[in-house]
């Protein structure tokens, strides 16, 4: 099985603007497709930390291209704790060339069942990217209230009948706790509004991204991005998620993820980017064809300001 497709590929890794000898991390390893033309691209002399929390990414290093480059890093870890452990492998805020960041699930974690990530696996309903810490899916779904899961519902997967829905959980979890993707997917069924695939879909990207804290983490990452980078450097994003997007939008206009401009007492107005990108990069209909998964794609580049 292929781990993952990498997305905007050559579009992301272009305008990191990848120079030899250079110090760049890829934030989120995966597959390592970023990783292996970001390290074509540095030469000898640079050095490439990639950041990755789930453990099954971590046998991608045993590529020859991985294990043989003295200048890869490999880094068990959740890019939100990206300054600690760059300033852990001896990396000072500032001095960074290029991050690069790509929002989406591997295909690897979604094509295997006892991830739990997925709808069409009956499967223990796990979720977590780091299987070694954090509460499940099953744990999230057997504890929170009502308010709570229509909250997640609502917000993070966009369910338009997220408070019913919230409701039909408390009730069925009173009469049997969830343990697998088959029951969240047959009381699912039962409270269905809209295209089947597309309300799973949607109640399934909001129970991972709620069980990750994947909000939280990506407001975190960015704040360490804009430190660890040197002036002139360059932070590349892909996201697939629209509140994902807003963020990444305002954090690259305004320094914040809320979108707030930052002005003085004379009304001078404190930009730390410049955008490389005006508008999103999206996929062409070429790259969505042969990976249907890259459609929602968009790519946003910006440069820190000297």
Not at 250 to 272: A, H, L
């Amino acid at each position: 099985m292929v781990y993952h497709e990498s997305v905007l590929l050559h579009e992301s890794v272009d305008l990191l603007g990848v120079a030899p000898g250079g110090i760049y991390v890829d934030a989120t390893f995966g597959g390592g497709g970023h990783s292996r033309l970001i390290l074509e691209k540095m030469g000898d002399n640079g050095r490439l930390f990639a950041f990755d929390q789930d453990e099954d990414a971590k046998r991608n290093t045993a590529q020859q291209v991985f294990s043989a480059n003295p200048g890869f890093v490999f880094v068990s870890s959740n890019f939100r704790y990206l300054k600690r452990q760059l300033r852990a492998e001896g990396i000072r805020p500032g001095k960074v060339q290029g991050i690069l960041a790509d929002l989406g699930v591997s295909s690897y974690q979604l094509d295997t069942a006892e991830r739990g990530f997925s709808y069409r696996f009956d499967a223990e309903l796990d979720m977590r990217m780091n299987r070694l810490e954090g509460e499940t899916a099953a744990d999230l779904l057997n504890t929170r209230n009502a308010e709570e899961l229509q909250r997640i519902f609502s917000e993070l997967g966009e369910v338009r009948n997220a408070k019913t829905l919230a409701h039909a959980v408390v009730r069925e979890r009173e009469k049997l706790p969830f343990r697998s993707t088959g029951d969240l997917v047959e009381l699912c069924s039962k409270n269905l509004m809209g295209e089947r695939m597309r309300y799973l879909s949607q109640v399934f990207q909001a129970l991972r991204m709620e069980v990750n804290d994947e909000l939280g983490a990506l407001e975190d990452f960015m704040k360490d991005a804009l430190e660890m980078l040197a002036p002139g450097g360059r932070l590349a994003m892909i996201t697939f998620h629209s509140l994902e997007d807003r963020m990444v939008k305002n954090f690259m206009k305004t320094g914040n993820v809320q979108g707030e401009v930052d002005q003085d007492f004379y009304g001078n107005i404190s930009r730390p980017w410049t955008l490389i990108t005006k508008k999103p990069i999206e996929p062409s209909q070429k790259e969505t064809s042969q990976n249907p998964r890259a459609r929602s794609s968009k790519l946003r580049v910006a440069q820190k300001i000297n």
